[in-house]
T-cell receptor, first 114, second 114 residues
Framework: AQSVTQLDSQVPVFEEAPVELRCNYS??????LFWYVQYPNQGLQLLLK??????LVKGINGFEAEFNKSQTSFHLRKPSVHISDTAEYFC????????????FGSGTRLLVRP | NAGVTQTPKFQVLKTGQSMTLQCAQD?????MYWYRQDPGMGLRLIYY???????DKGEVPNGYNVSRLNKREFSLRLESAAPSQTSVYFC?????????????FGPGTRLTVT
C-alpha cells in the first residue's frame, strides 16, 4: 500500500520569503508524484508532476519540487512567495502500474502574510 | 470548454434524506472519479468509472452509489444521508486511465448533513 505524509498542516510565511512544503511517501512499488494546489472554494489544480527523468521538476507559478528516491521525499519549494500563493497544497502519489488511483496527503495550508 | 462541472455547489440535508450529486465533463475524457475531502485527511476516492458502462469502488464507498450515465456524466447518490457524510465532494476526470495524464477536478459540492 502507498501512503503520503505532509508533515506540516500549516506554514505561515511573509511575502517574498522562500518556502518549502514537505512531502514524504511510502510505497513498495515505483510511483509517480504530484503536487496539487487548491485555492479557497475551488477544486484542485495540478502544480507539477514527476514521472521520470530529471529529479528537479518545475511547475506553474514559479514552484519547483525535487524527487529524492533515497529519502522518499518530494518537497515543494518557491524562492519568493506572493500573497496570491495562499492556498492549500496537496502531495499525491500514483502507482506506476495502476494509473487510476491517486493517494493524497492530508494537505499543507500555506499562509502568506504581507 | 467548461471542464468539469458539478451541481449543486452547496446542499444541506437532514439525516435520512437522499440526494444525487451531478458531475459532467466536456473534455471527452474516458475516466471519471468521485472524491470526498475532509479536514486533515486530504482527498479519498469514493468510486471511479474507468470507462462508460463501468464503475468500481474506491477507498470509502459505503453509503454511496454511482451511475455513469454516459461518457460525459457521472453521478453520486446518497440514499440515506448520515452526518458522517458531511464533506466536500469533488468530481474529477482523466482522458485515459493508462496514460500518465493528470486528473482535472471540478469546483466541488459542499454537503452538510444535520
Amino acid at each position: 500500500a502507498q501512503s503520503v505524509t505532509q508533515l506540516d498542516s500549516q506554514v505561515p510565511v511573509f511575502e517574498e520569503a522562500p518556502v518549502e512544503l514537505r512531502c514524504n511517501y511510502s510505497s513498495s512499488v515505483s510511483v509517480y508524484l504530484f503536487w496539487y494546489v487548491q485555492y479557497p472554494n475551488q477544486g484542485l489544480q495540478l502544480l507539477l508532476k514527476y514521472l521520470s527523468g530529471s529529479t528537479l521538476v518545475k511547475g506553474i507559478n514559479g514552484f519547483e519540487a525535487e524527487f529524492n528516491k533515497s529519502q522518499t521525499s518530494f518537497h515543494l519549494r518557491k524562492p519568493s512567495v506572493h500573497i496570491s500563493d495562499t492556498a492549500e497544497y496537496f502531495c499525491a502519489v500514483r502507482r506506476m502500474d495502476s494509473s487510476y488511483k491517486l493517494i493524497f496527503g492530508s494537505g499543507t495550508r500555506l499562509l502568506v502574510r504581507p | 470548454n467548461a471542464g468539469v462541472t458539478q451541481t449543486p455547489k452547496f446542499q444541506v440535508l437532514k439525516t435520512g434524506q437522499s440526494m444525487t450529486l451531478q458531475c459532467a465533463q466536456d473534455m471527452n475524457h474516458n475516466s471519471m472519479y468521485w472524491y470526498r475531502q475532509d479536514p486533515g485527511m486530504g482527498l479519498r476516492l469514493i468510486y471511479y468509472s474507468a470507462s462508460e458502462g463501468t464503475t468500481d469502488k474506491g477507498e470509502v464507498p459505503n453509503g454511496y452509489n454511482v451511475s455513469r450515465l454516459n461518457k460525459r456524466e457521472f453521478s453520486l447518490r446518497l440514499e440515506s444521508a448520515a452526518p458522517s457524510q458531511t464533506s466536500v465532494y469533488f468530481c474529477a476526470s482523466i482522458k485515459e486511465i493508462r496514460l500518465q495524464s493528470e486528473q482535472y477536478f471540478g469546483p466541488g459540492t459542499r454537503l452538510t448533513v444535520t
